[in-house]
């Protein structure tokens, strides 16, 4: 059974710092996914990650993948109140498809 | 250009009935993926549309059922609503070709009372 692995679950972030979400998946998949929740809204697209060594870039978003080692982090760099929502990582439910099973998710609260 | 979108955007039923969910893909776009999140299980895979075929499908009981009709459109009905079928419904739609992009609709809220 396919499975995806974050953590931490739940992060407190100091405005300023620097953190790191992980997320590791139990088998082979072509592309890894990021997305950003708020409360009470839908996914919204982050970044797509396709192949080993692929590292992607978006204000103070960083994301990079290593297929080898199943995992793909999402670094925060200088946080700041306007990155509080939750994010996931997903990855393709099989090769044939685009259905996504996803982590349970990380909560950043950033606070000043 | 139309994002996807959901209808209703919420519903409030009570245990035993039935309900039907609707989506519209982006123009264009002929898969459609449904997904539940809950508080407690997350987001959890419910089944994906292509071309009005069934490509996959998630470990949900068969009270849950979809289609896809020719214009991409998907519904999705759940049978004798129990009260753990209270959730945000979300459907996803991607590109024939550029699968690697999905986009997802706004959701449809569920309370099941």
């Known amino acids: 059974e396919l499975k995806v692995e974050q953590n931490p679950l739940f992060l407190s972030m100091q405005e300023g710092k620097n953190y790191t979400i992980y997320c590791n998946y139990s088998t082979t998949s072509d592309r890894l996914y990021w997305y950003r929740q708020d409360p009470g809204k839908s996914l919204e697209s982050l970044f797509v990650l396709l192949s080993n060594g692929a590292v992607k870039q978006e204000g103070r978003l960083m994301a990079s993948l290593d297929t080898k080692a199943r995992l793909s982090t999402l670094h925060i760099t200088a946080a700041v109140h306007d990155l509080s929502a939750t994010y996931f990582c997903a990855v393709l439910h099989s090769r044939a498809g685009t259905a996504l099973i996803f982590g349970k998710g990380t909560t950043l609260s950033v606070s000043s | 250009k139309a994002g996807v979108t959901q209808t209703p955007r919420y519903l409030i039923k009570t245990r035993g009935q039935q309900v039907t969910l609707s989506c519209s893909p982006i123009?264009?776009?002929?898969?459609v993926s449904w997904y539940q999140q809950t508080p407690g299980q997350g987001l959890q895979f419910l089944f994906e549309y292509f071309s009005e075929t069934q490509r996959n499908k998630g470990n949900f009981p068969g009270r849950f059922s979809g289609r896809q009709f020719s214009n991409s459109r998907s519904e999705m009905n759940v049978s004798t609503l129990e009260l753990g079928d209270s959730a945000l419904y979300l459907c996803a739609s991607s590109l024939e070709g550029r699968d690697y992009e999905q986009y997802f609709g706004p959701g449809t809220r569920l309370t099941v009372t």
């Open positions: 123009s264009g776009h002929r898969s």
